[in-house]
């Protein structure tokens, strides 16, 4: 089973609807993205002699290339490997070494820092620009057979940061993919063919996951062309292609409701927005809901469980007429069709309906590992549950309320940030003793990120070169937007940092 077949399928069924737009104007038809595809697969195994299983890794700003991209490489039977666009050289470099990525796809504005990031990844032999001649000349020649593929091999390695602040591959199978694709036809939509989806989030990401529930249906997705998220023109997008679905995290729900041409959406133009990713606070899902009418489903997944562990679905949002509307519009939902959700103590019992413990999840949407790290995946993955790492409690109708994340991640305009990689960075100032980064609640981002910080005794260290430090190491939006200069952290009595104590100074 590979999961380029959801592509063949609708090259069969929806042969000339638009498989994808670039901003008005359609890109590709299904059969012609279908042709395409095959042949640029060719030329991964033939010319750049990649075999079964290989990975290859891609750092583009949203673009119609990137569909093309990842379908190439599944149609190969290869492993594909996105990577955010927004990270750090060191970041690319680290993710591109521990894949062993064998080749690069970029979009021009990321070409020098992947070239740079990939003189520390010795496996890696080629960059190929989307925007250049070598990448059109991918679409000549002849097609190839589909890759005969195990349901179990590794289709998409998605790195995903871990307590460590290391990044950890989470191993997605053509398996785990496809269950994926069909719990949103169970839990989300199902979406007719010649709707529309919009990619304003990162493609390397939910919004990305999500186009394989598109393809299969035979759904247009539409790339803006700026390829980030302005809420004007993502407005005028949804405005111009018909039932659009989007999806888009909790700040950027709410920098649209409050985006002046929120008002130029016409009626009916929007079929479902689904967020998901961190939390949502009550007040601005209610303004939400007043504002766009009942479009909105929620998600609660993560990349070890890819979008799918429990949904709030347009109709428990439309309820309101249910005695506990505004308790459900504060959780995350029921348990998805295709898994099974548990709440556990540190034993892995089940705890009475309201009790607080940790959330596990069994099913076929589950990662069959962390790539290269035994060690994490046995952490993770015990008798076949993941342990998420978040804490929450179910209430006795099945609703699941998430009560913090065990991790301490911050959650910052929908992108993840683990204190400890900050951390790990201030720390290598001679001047800085000790430091903990707390995430601090903002407003228009969800959270921003916040520095503790020790100095030794007899010197002295500044916020620019801190600030410095960071630049030169992290991507710039994990940097700390405030340094507090404290005498000494709060710790326990086995020396571990008060994080919940810090939080309380901020
Ligand atoms: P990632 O692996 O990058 O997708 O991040 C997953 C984490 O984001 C989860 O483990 C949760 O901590 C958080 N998260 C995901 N969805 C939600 C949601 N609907 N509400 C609150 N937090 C969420």
């Avoid at 009560?403 to 305009?413: E, N, Y």
Wanted: aromatic share 8%.
């Amino acid at each position: 089973m590979n999961i380029a077949h959801l592509l063949l399928g609708a090259a069969q069924e929806f042969r000339d609807i638009a498989a994808l737009a670039r901003g008005d104007t359609v890109h590709l038809g299904y059969r012609d993205l279908w042709r395409r595809v095959s042949v640029m697969s060719t030329h991964l195994t033939v010319r750049f002699g990649l075999t079964r299983g290989d990975r290859v890794a891609f750092a583009m700003t949203n673009c119609v290339e990137s569909i093309e991209v990842m379908y190439a490489i599944w149609h190969a039977g290869l492993c594909a490997v996105p990577m955010n666009a927004k990270l750090h050289a060191r970041e690319f470099a680290f993710i591109l070494e521990n894949s062993g990525a064998r080749l690069c796809f970029v979009t021009p504005d990321l070409a020098a820092t992947i070239a740079e990031a990939a003189k520390e990844a010795p496996a890696l032999k080629e960059i190929v620009d989307v925007t250049t001649r070598a990448y059109g000349f991918m679409a000549v020649g002849d097609p190839s057979t589909i890759a005969d593929c195990e349901p179990t091999d590794t289709a998409w390695l998605f790195y995903t940061s871990g307590t460590t602040g290391r990044p950890k591959g989470a191993m997605l199978s053509h398996r785990n993919l496809l269950a994926m694709t069909l719990n949103y036809y169970a839990d989300v939509d199902r979406p007719p063919a010649g709707a529309s989806m919009v990619h304003a989030a990162p493609i390397s990401h939910g919004s990305g996951l999500w186009n394989f529930p598109m393809v299969a249906r035979g759904v247009t997705q539409v790339f803006p062309e700026s390829g980030h998220y302005d809420v004007a023109e993502t407005v005028g997008l949804m405005n111009r292609w018909p039932d659009c679905s989007i999806f888009l995290a909790p700040t950027m729900v709410k920098r649209l409701i409050e985006h002046a041409s929120a008002a130029d959406l016409k009626p009916g133009a929007l079929r479902l927005i689904s967020y998901g990713g961190a939390p949502m606070y009550v007040s601005d899902l209610k303004r939400a809901l007043d504002r766009l009418g009942s479009v909105l489903c929620q998600l609660y997944g993560q990349g070890e469980s890819p979008m799918t562990i429990t949904h709030l679905s347009r109709e428990m949002h439309a309820a309101r007429q249910h005695p506990r509307w505004e308790a459900r519009l504060a959780s995350a939902g029921l348990a998805d069709t295709c898994v099974e959700v548990r709440v556990v103590d540190e034993q892995g019992r089940k705890v009475p309906v309201g009790e607080v413990g940790e959330i596990v999840v069994k099913g076929d949407t589950v990662m069959s590992g962390y790539w290269n790290n035994p060690e994490a995946t046995a952490k993770s993955l015990r008798d076949g549950w993941l342990w998420t790492g978040d804490v929450g409690a179910f209430d006795e109708d099945g609703f699941l309320t998430l009560k913090d994340r065990s991790k301490d991640m911050i959650i910052s305009g929908g992108s993840n940030i683990y204190p400890r990689e900050i951390e790990d960075v201030l720390n290598l100032h001679p001047a800085v003793a000790e430091c903990s980064v707390v995430g601090r609640p903002h407003p228009e981002w969800g959270e921003e990120v916040v520095a503790f910080v020790v100095s030794r005794p007899g010197s002295k260290v500044t916020p620019a070169e801190l600030d410095r430090l960071c630049l030169d190491n992290i991507a710039r939006f994990k940097r700390p937007k405030d340094y507090r200069f404290i005498d000494a952290l709060p710790k326990n009595n086995y020396g571990k940092i008060l994080k919940t104590e810090l939080r309380t100074k901020l």
